[in-house]
């Protein structure tokens, strides 16, 4: 049986922080702080750093790729990636040379998370109709595995033009760089990730994360009957780190709550009260919020529960402070990392 060592990251979709005195920051500076945390991340033990593609005033980071260079010339250890990259609404060859650059560039420490789009600001930004939004996925999916093997590609599809023996460059120097597929729900997903040999992350942002765990046999399933090799298996979850439960959700509740406020007028969330958030941190919720061994004893006993190898929490929430999340930053890489690793052995 295939074992696959336990991966523990951060990812941010770089929401804006706020100052002292609580007024945002720019788009530009939330940006530089960013690379800031990927650097003190890398410090730290952290083994991936990711960067989710967003295109609001509130998640100005649309460029993951090339804060992910700056953090890579600054950096020795960490693996970088995306947190997810929206495949339907970008060209999966541009990607792919976005992502071996920047695998170039790391000394081969890149990774790619490759999404649907639950969030779809991308797809009128760039002229994309959501009617196609499950073609365009299944496709480009489809051209992104054949990109990753390497060598000429042929490839034809209906949502972009054919191509016929095409070099791609720049040529990895170390095979394929790992590729995931992010899952929030459909089994759909899953069996697509298993099709075209990725990874299988699951986005896990509300409810109990065990209710999941049918997407994870459901991956090995699909894996075996199409003969192929296991392929990992990730988790990605929401959190803040403080030093106390107290403290890590007196400085997460107010945010969260505002942040959920926003996106439920065009998602359809409910807005969180006290009491569902204190649901949410508790064993069986989906916020890993709390102090270093409050969220490493939840770390462990969802990785168990989901037969997953790798956690990446998303840090951060708009309006807290860079301060704050340089705090979530170092507890995470100097304490819950080494926590969870001595309670799964």
Known sequence: MTTFPLVLGLDTFGDVTHDADDRPLSHARTIRDIVEQG???????????????????????????????AIAARTTRIRLGSAVTVLSSDDPVRVFQRYSTLDAVSGGRAEVILGRGSSVDSFPLFGYDLADYEQLFE???????????????????????????????????????????????NPQSVIRAARYDYGLML?????SPARFAPFSRLFHQALTQLGKDP??????????????????????????????????????????????FLREVGPDGALYVGSPETVARK????????????????????????????????????RVIPRVRELLG
């Open 139 to 185: 496709e480009k999916a489809q051209l992104f595995a054949e990109l990753r093997k390497g060598g000429p590609v042929t490839w034809k599809g209906t949502m972009r033009a054919p191509l016929h023996e095409q070099d791609v460059v720049p040529h990895t120097e170390s095979g394929p760089f790992p590729a995931w597929i992010g899952v929030g729900g």
């Open 231 to 276: 392929l990992p298996i990730g988790v990605h979850s929401p959190g803040h780190v403080a030093a106390t439960d107290e403290q890590a959700r007196e400085e997460f509740f107010p945010r969260y709550q505002q942040v959920i406020r926003r996106v439920a007028r065009t998602r359809g969330f409910a807005v969180p009260t006290r009491e569902s």
């Open 39 to 69: 650097v003190l991340a890398d410090q730290v033990g952290v083994d991936f750093f990711g960067l989710g593609e967003h295109h609001t005033d509130d998640f100005p980071l649309s460029a993951a790729d090339v804060v992910l260079g």
């Open 299 to 334: 770390i462990a006993a969802n990785l168990t529960v989901l037969g997953a190898n790798r956690f990446e929490m998303k840090y951060g929430m708009g309006g807290l402070s860079h301060a704050a999340l340089m705090t979530a930053i170092e507890l995470y890489g100097t």
């Open 203 to 207: 986005a896990i942002i509300g409810g």
